[in-house]
């Protein structure tokens, strides 16, 4: 089912229109959009909305470069906007959208920084919750086979384990020092 199979007067100019441009709106939504703070589908989205919205049957004269107009459009747009948004009192303001190379940075450094720790728990802690994180999702029967204890001690144990990874990893996280208060 495409975009215009909603609306049978829309003409196939247009639609092959749509299937003709799809890539460009997707490459050019996911160029824009974290530049915005936004979510390149939903850039992607508003795009085809406001094709739709053109008076029926109007397909623009260069599709590609209202492509390229509309999406930068919009992006702007949405800088407007979340730089105009304020967050209710008492909310805590979202975190900044990272991608790409430093998202996946960061989440090699805090995976490496996780298995570091999980490494000095004690007793079956740590092999407990490696087989909890095992990219083969193993269920509690497979994980309770592999460790050679009961499955109904396996929720009790990982809360242990977790409990102790928490404080384990609290006391290695500097607390941040209040501005203006001296020790």
Known sequence: MTLLDHEPDRSAATARTVRALQPL???????????????????????WLRLLERPTGAVPGDPARWVRHTVRAE???????????????????AAPLVTGPERAALGAAEGRALRAAMARLPGRCARLLEAMLSPADP????????????????????SRCLGCLRRMLAAEVAVPELRGRGR
């Open 139 to 158: 269920t509690y029967r497979e994980i309770a086979g592999e460790l050679g204890i009961s499955q109904g001690s396996l929720g009790p144990i990982r």
């Open 25 to 47: 709106v997707r490459a050019e939504a996911r160029a824009e959009a974290p530049a915005a703070g936004l979510d390149p589908a939903d850039l992607e989205q508003t795009v």
């Open 75 to 93: 992006a702007r747009r949405g800088r407007r906007t979340v730089r105009r948004e304020r967050p209710y009192a008492g909310t805590e303001p």
